[in-house]
């Protein structure tokens, strides 16, 4: 029976000598992604001994003959392994109320690897036995126990594998019917028991001549496990671009899964199999910390040794127009449900998981969000609890752990940080070295001091005029030599010179001395000597060459004062200020506008004065009024505050002054009538009043 599936399902495989690398794609998009570089230890079975018992942790230590021993917990020590008796050695437990079933220091016991080592711990392991195949799993140490997979949700189709199962189980082992049993047939079930079972005999009888510790049997490596618990009707086809195991899985394929051979095809095309298929760039972003959902939002994985913590932000997405804050929030929520199961499958993340959901004050909208994450993590292969969402948006889960993620396997702890991920700042830097040399000053009452450091720490140390440096060397009272080494501003080295060492080790430098430097910065004022000597340029460095030569004015024993010189052995004339366009422009307008603000009295004092204007004769009532209109419609003139001040002519009678009134030249006098006021008018809407037209 055929199982329809509702997604095209394909598996890329590209098998190398040293790497292993399959790709499982789901509708055209990376699903999963599985990486080997060493031997697959995960379901093997050693013959071990026991190291040491810790009846206070319930566990124990056995020798696999790993570089680490390997931890068996109580948990997994349901059964025992005898010396005596059967070829298999292996019964139920006994309750005889003792630690560990009885176990003992340097017993020799058969384990099985469910963990690989993982950071500083080594593998786990456990005495259930289990040899995996096509349809079923054998149990070797669960007697009449008949189980059948969970994604079989079918409980029609559970039942009847259930009794298949029981019909089939030997007395003294047990089964666990797997997923791609549920379209086989009896006869595809049971050829599958027979080849486990004749696997289990041989297994235990290569362990009864073997010491321990030793190897007894070894899984299928990364591609032939893939092909036999993946590929089944839901996948379309399976590419591999080596041929060597193109041919050993057609073979692999012939016996679990013959009708599907045809659906096995070698792919040859240049570059290759990843790149033409678009995975390359995708597997790069498995990398990165910040993962970029499709509407504008990002999630953000941080993994850790405890747990793997995933935050959910809206980013660059603002929602639409019509859809408020809380449609925006979920509709992020949603997208990242999804996208954060795919990330826990792509970098094979397990252990406890902590999703950071933005928060939604509806109870709906979280329902809808866990409901959305749950179908997702179904589709996972792997074991996995999903608890229920706080009012904070937070999902706590757990997936199962097989060995190191997909981070761990292909990057090394940072050594500068210790995988914290960030690290101490040049300033912090400085203030630590002051502190170290204090210390030093302190432990031996003579000596120089000297300090080799990164160049951006060594210029906070000398400080941009020299300085911090004085200060520092005026506090402890000795003299204090800087010298640059290396561009990592975290390593540094201090010493206690004594008199006959400072020239050996750091040098002395003096005025007039010329010394091969390169350009340090951009600005081009500060220049590094071969020797580690920083030297301050004046004037700043124009040339381009990589390394000039360089004459020191000064030289403290921290750094020095220098200047450029050619390559005739001149010194390097400065660059010319660029011409400041406008300036004299500017300064003759300013000088104008004086001028023109300058008092009146300057002016009359160098003009001769006016002289006096004749009186006019009286101008009819007709004329006055046509003058008046006039003077109206023109813009009204302010009269300068200084007026105020000055006494008119009416006020300062000529025999007081002693000098001649000038003439007045108003309308007043010129009319010979006292000049009407003009009533200020009212704002309003109409045209015209009658007591306007009155007053005019």
Avoid at 138 to 154: M, P, Y
Wanted: proline letters at 6%; one cysteine or more.
């Amino acid at each position: 029976m055929k199982r329809s599936s509702k997604t095209k399902k394909e598996i890329l495989v590209s098998a190398g000598p040293l790497e292993s690398r399959v790709a499982i794609m789901e509708g055209g998009r990376l699903a999963e992604f599985h990486l080997e570089r060493e031997p697959r230890i995960v379901s093997n079975i050693y013959k071990a001994r026991v190291t040491s018992v810790l009846p206070g942790m319930e566990a124990a230590f056995v020798d696999i003959g790993a570089e680490k021993h390997a931890f068996l917990s109580a948990e997994e020590t349901l059964y025992e392994y005898r010396e005596e008796g059967e070829k298999e050695s292996m019964a139920p437990r006994q309750s005889q109320g003792k630690p560990l079933g009885g176990i003992a220091v340097g017993q020799e016991v058969l384990v099985q690897v469910n963990r690989a080592a993982v950071g500083t711990k080594g593998a786990r392991v456990t005495t259930r036995l289990a040899l995996p195949g096509r349809y079923l799993v054998l149990l070797l140490t669960d007697s009449g126990r008949v189980g059948v997979s969970r994604r079989i949700e079918s409980e029609k189709v559970r039942q009847r594998l259930r009794e298949l199962g029981e019909e089939l189980c030997p007395r003294e082992y047990g089964l666990i019917l797997r997923t791609e049993a549920e379209g086989a047939r009896k006869s595809q079930i049971q050829r599958d028991m027979e080849f486990l079972l004749e696997l289990k005999k041989r297994l235990f009888d290569k362990a009864s001549s073997l010491p321990a510790p030793a190897l007894v049997h070894q899984d299928l490596p990364l591609v032939f496990q893939i092909i036999r618990d993946h590929f089944n009707w839901d996948v379309s086809r399976l590419l591999v671009d080596s041929e060597e195991v193109y041919r050993s899985a057609l073979e692999l394929v012939e016996v679990v899964a013959p009708r599907l051979k045809k659906r096995v095809a070698l792919y040859r095309e240049e570059p290759g199999i990843f790149e033409d298929f678009g995975i390359e760039d995708e597997i790069a972003r498995l990398w990165q910390r910040r993962v970029w959902l499709k509407a504008g939002g990002y999630i953000s994985i941080d993994q850790s040794e405890a747990l793997c913590a995933i935050d959910v932000n809206t980013a660059r997405y603002t929602g639409k127009a019509k859809s408020g804050l809380a449609q925006t929030i979920l509709k992020t929520n949603l997208e990242a449900a999804a996208e954060i199961a795919r990330q826990l499958r792509l970098r094979d993340i397990g252990g406890l998981i902590v999703a950071d959901f933005i928060d939604m004050k509806s109870a709906a909208h979280r329902a809808k969000v866990l409901k959305a994450f749950q179908e997702a993590v179904a589709r996972d292969r792997a074991k996995s609890r999903v608890l229920s969402i706080s009012p904070l948006g937070i999902i706590e889960m757990t997936r199962k752990k097989h060995g190191e993620s997909l981070l761990g396997k292909v990057s090394v702890t940072c050594p500068e940080c210790g995988g914290l991920g960030r690290v101490p700042n040049s300033l912090t830097i400085c203030f630590q070295i002051q502190r170290e040399l204090r210390r030093k000053a302190r432990e031996r009452p003579a000596g120089a001091l000297a300090v080799w450091l990164g160049p951006e720490v060594a210029l906070l140390l000398i400080g941009a005029e020299g300085e911090q440096a004085k200060q520092l060397a005026g506090e402890l009272q000795r003299p204090l030599y800087v010298r640059v080494r290396g561009d990592n501003p975290r390593e540094y080295e201090i010493a206690l010179l004594e008199s006959g060492e400072v020239e050996e080790r750091v040098g002395i430098f003096q005025a007039g001395q010329q010394l091969l430097c390169r350009r340090l910065g951009e600005e081009g004022d500060i220049a590094l000597s071969e020797e580690g000597y920083l030297v301050e340029l004046q004037p700043p460095a124009k040339t381009a060459r990589v390394t000039f030569t360089v004459e020191l004015l000064r030289a403290d024993p921290y750094r020095g004062v220098g200047r450029v010189l050619t390559p005739e052995g001149e010194p390097e004339e400065p660059e010319k200020p660029a011409k400041r366009r406008g300036i004299r422009r500017r300064a003759y307008r300013r000088s104008r506008k004086k001028k023109e603000a300058a008092p009146e009295e300057a002016v009359s004092a160098e003009k001769p004065a006016a002289p006096p204007a004749k009186p006019t004769e009286p101008q009819p009532p007709s004329v006055e009024r046509k003058r008046s209109r006039q003077r109206r419609s023109r813009p009204r003139k302010r009269r300068p505050s200084s007026s105020k001040e000055q006494p008119t002519a009416e006020k300062t009678s000529p025999k007081s002054t002693g000098s001649t009134p000038k003439p007045d030249t108003s309308r007043q006098k010129q009319s010979g009538k006292p000049r009407r006021r003009r009533p200020r008018r009212r704002k309003t809407t109409s045209p015209s009043r009658p007591e306007d037209r009155t007053q005019q």
